[in-house]
Structure formats: C-alpha cells, structure tokens
C-alpha cells in the first residue's frame, strides 16, 4: 500500500525560496502547495485538504502571525511551523502562544526542518486518533441507551465534522 503523501503548505513571498523548497520537499514525498501571501494560504486551507502549514514570518499584507492565527482558527488540528529569517524571541513566544508546532530560523538545516515537518505530522496524526477514539466511546455509549435513528444521526453529524 503506498504511503501517503503529507499535504503541506508552504507560505512565503520570496519567490525563489518559494521554489527550491517545494522542489526539495516534493523529491521527499511531500504534496506541495505553494502561496506566496497569507491571504492565499488561508483561501488555499479553505479548498483542499492541509496537514502541515509552512510559514514565514515576514510577508506584504497578511504577516506570518495574522496567517498563523486565521489558519489555527480555521483549522485548529492544521499544524503550523513558522520559519523566517526576521525572528526574535519574543515573537517565538507569541507565535507559540497562538498555536505554532515549532519556530525556526532561516536558514536552517534542511535535516532539521524535515525531522520538525515529520513530528508535526506525526502529531496531527496522533491528535486524529484520539478524537476518533473519543467519538468512537461516544457512539458505543449512545448505544446502549438510544434509538438506531439516534445513533445514526449522530454518525452524520461526526461525518460532517470530519469534513
């Protein structure tokens, strides 16, 4: 069975960044979408299925933060890595505040924004499981004392959630 590709945004104004590194990160599985403003990216979560954003900090318009929090609001289970060359500690502590997997500061090590990506993923995935999980217990409770027409109805609300 193959492997899935992880859905990761990337969002930054520098062109030629932009490129290389959807190239890099496509040669490495990845499914690539490129936007070079946060507004796009938050049009792009809106159109097709994200797991990982990819975030610089530093954009015209919509800045890596206001994309930052648009996207958690939108979709708090999309992890969000924010990677900028104009980093500070304190925006660090506040884009972790917002809801950031991880910050980091360009240039970085291409092994160390790869290993960040993979344990972000692993963590949204993880974070799936446990809401199935916890809906799963719901849905065998409902059973034990509701309608079939209960139950069902409350599998069309968790399915219509899910999307």
């Known amino acids: 069975m193959p492997k899935k590709k992880i859905n990761l945004l ?10 290389s590194m959807t190239k ?5 599985d990845f499914n690539v979408i490129p936007v070079d403003r946060g507004e796009k990216a938050i049009e792009a979560a809106r159109t097709q299925p994200i797991d990982i954003a990819l975030v610089d900090l530093k ?3 919509m800045d890596g933060e206001q994309t930052l929090q648009a996207l ?10 924010i990677l900028t060359g104009h980093g500070s500690v304190d925006s660090a502590v506040e884009c972790t505040k917002i809801g950031a997997w991880s910050y980091l500061q ?14 972000a993923y692993k ?3 993880m974070n799936r499981m446990d809401i ?3 809906r799963m217990n719901e849905l065998l409770e409902m059973s034990q004392y509701s309608s079939p027409k209960a139950i069902l109805e409350k599998i069309r609300e968790l399915d219509q959630d899910e999307e």
């Open 123 to 125: 963590k949204k995935v």
């Open 24 to 28: 890099w990160l496509e040669v490495r």
């Open 59 to 61: 954009m015209p318009g």
């Open 106 to 119: 360009k240039p970085c090590e291409l092994d160390r924004l790869l290993t960040v990506l993979t344990d």
């Open 10 to 19: 990337i969002v930054d104004d520098e062109e030629q960044f932009l490129r």
């Open 132 to 134: 199935q999980e916890h």
């Open 72 to 81: 958690k609001k939108e979709h708090p289970c999309m992890e969000v890595v």
